[in-house]
């Protein structure tokens, strides 16, 4: 069982930065690729970011290219987001997902086992 715990979201004027983090409960981190997700109000979930096991490989958004960064720390069982120039159309509620079975990365919410509650990002105009 992986349990996470997703933090750093807030309120930011856009242009501005945020860093969300992901604290992850497994006793084999450096197994599971990882993703991060977001869900505006009235909107499906979004794949935003995904990262492979060891953090070699990455996969992002098109609107996100160039603005967020997924890296992980297989140390401190931790994955973050480092989300700059952020716009009014990120806001969302973003969310930390962890893979155990798969290989490479993973877009697909059915790709991924565990979540966590998500934190909330608000872009102001």
């Known amino acids: 069982q992986v349990q996470l715990v997703e933090s750093g979201g807030g309120l930011v004027q856009a242009g501005g930065s945020l860093k969300l983090s992901c604290a992850a409960s497994a006793r084999t981190f450096s197994t599971l690729r990882m993703g991060w997700f977001r869900q505006a109000a009235g909107k499906e979930h979004e794949f935003v970011a995904a990262?492979?096991?060891?953090?070699?490989?990455?996969d992002y958004v098109d609107s996100v290219k160039g603005r967020f960064t997924i890296s992980r720390d297989n140390i401190k069982n931790m994955v973050y987001l480092q989300m700059n120039s952020l716009k009014p159309e990120d806001t969302a509620v973003y969310y930390c997902?962890?893979?155990?079975?798969?290989?490479?990365?993973?877009?697909?919410?059915?790709?991924?086992?565990?979540w966590g509650q998500g934190t909330q990002v608000t872009v102001s105009s």
């Open positions: 997902a962890a893979d155990s079975r798969g290989n490479g990365l993973g877009r697909k919410q059915s790709e991924y086992d565990y």
């Open positions: 990262i492979s096991r060891m953090g070699r490989n990455t």
